[in-house]
């Protein structure tokens, strides 16, 4: 009998850890597993990405104890094998509903940001005052109570074990990026002029619009870029932070050559007619744009953050890292880039090179194994 696999967020709007779930969702055996899809609200642009046959359930909530009751009641009447949720919040919720439930599903938490930083990150003022003082107590407490835990770099695995102290059921397992879907998407046409002029070097960043990308480092660093030489710098994504980065661009003087260019489908295309990708985040949980613009044969300057980047680019072998918050290293990295094109040649080879690390089909062959693991001590 096929066991009952089920994913949970709190919606689909788009970021790196909604991507992972659509690419496991999709790729997961479904000879073996029966795979659902749980959300908060049933939301976001990722929802057409998943596979017509996997049923996605809305539990109508948002709020912790709207999600903590509905989820009380879905173990309950549905009673899945395996539940895999994903954010310290959402994460907490699922194992105190388990708790309450009564029932014998094995949970699988997942990590995809430094648990140590989440009151850097968090949004509003409440929240970092909750993460800062609260989450640390809630994780030592709930997170020794998943069945297993999934970090998707050793940087957050480690950091996890040193603030909750859980360790014997932590795994690692990087991301499900490439599949064979990227390189088809490369191929379509960009239509924008800010592409056909090959004269003029196009600087990409794609994330969303929120603090913890530090896209001001980006903007001062593109700053002290055109002071030396002529570019263009494109950002793809959408978020809170939009207008108030607006604003810097326009306090800046920037206006005529920075483009925001919003949310994109298909980001890909972009990114394989950029002269260079830039991250320039405080913290990525792994950093799943790196590995597409390296798949995308771009070469990429990533900030050194913790936990992700420095685990995929070797310094000055498959891209360039920097220090974080630093506008000038920054410029000087991407300044070198756009100047020295053997050195952009060898980036773009060796950052291919690296992608085809980080499939899809790696990445799910090593959640079944957590999957089996967990069916067999059941």
């Not at 509905?70 to 395996?82: G, T, V, W």
């Not at 932590?170 to 990026?177: D, L």
Request: hydrophobic fraction near 45%.
């Amino acid at each position: 009998m096929r066991k009952k696999i089920v994913f949970f967020l709190p919606s689909f709007e788009p970021g790196g850890t909604e991507r992972n779930v659509v690419n496991l969702v999709n790729h997961i055996n479904k000879e073996r597993y029966v795979v659902s899809l749980v959300l908060g609200k049933k939301e976001g642009d990722f929802i057409k990405e998943v596979e017509s046959g996997i049923p996605i359930i809305s539990l109508n909530a948002s709020s912790s104890i709207g999600l903590l009751f509905a989820l009380i009641r879905y173990f309950n009447s549905q009673k899945p094998d395996i539940f895999i949720s994903a954010f310290p919040r959402i994460n907490i919720v699922s194992l105190v509903a388990k708790i309450f439930s009564g029932a014998a599903t094995k949970i699988v938490i997942t990590e995809h940001s430094v648990f140590s930083m989440l009151s850097v990150i968090a949004k509003t003022p409440w929240r970092r005052t909750f993460a800062r003082f609260f989450m640390p107590l809630l994780g030592r407490l709930m997170y020794p109570r998943a069945d297993s835990i999934v970090c998707v770099s050793r940087g957050i695995a480690d950091d996890l074990k040193k603030v909750v102290g859980v360790a014997s059921n932590i795994k690692v397992i990087y991301n499900p990026v490439i599949d064979d879907n990227i390189y088809q998407l490369v191929n379509e046409p960009v239509h924008h002029t800010l592409f056909s002029n090959q004269d003029m070097p196009v600087i990409m960043a794609v994330g969303r619009l929120v603090k913890c990308k530090d896209y001001p480092t980006l903007l001062k660093a593109f700053k002290l870029i055109i002071q030396k030489q002529p570019a263009h710098l494109v950002i793809l994504g959408r978020g809170p932070e939009k207008e108030t980065l607006e604003g810097i661009v326009g306090q800046m003087g920037l206006v005529s050559q920075v483009t925001f260019l919003g949310f994109q489908d298909n980001p890909y295309k972009y990114m394989s007619k950029a002269s260079v990708f830039v991250l320039s985040s405080l913290q990525e949980g792994f950093g799943n744009v790196i590995i597409e613009a390296m798949a995308c044969g771009t070469p990429v300057v990533s900030t050194n953050c913790p936990a992700g980047p420095g685990e995929i680019i070797e310094h000055m072998s498959n891209g360039i890292l920097v220090p974080v918050g630093d506008e000038k290293k920054l410029a000087e990295a991407i300044l070198e880039v756009l100047n020295k094109p053997a050195l952009a040649i060898r980036f773009s080879r060796e950052g291919r090179a690296t992608a085809e690390r980080f499939s899809v089909q790696k990445s799910v062959a090593e959640y079944e194994k957590v999957f089996q693991t967990l069916i067999h001590n059941q």
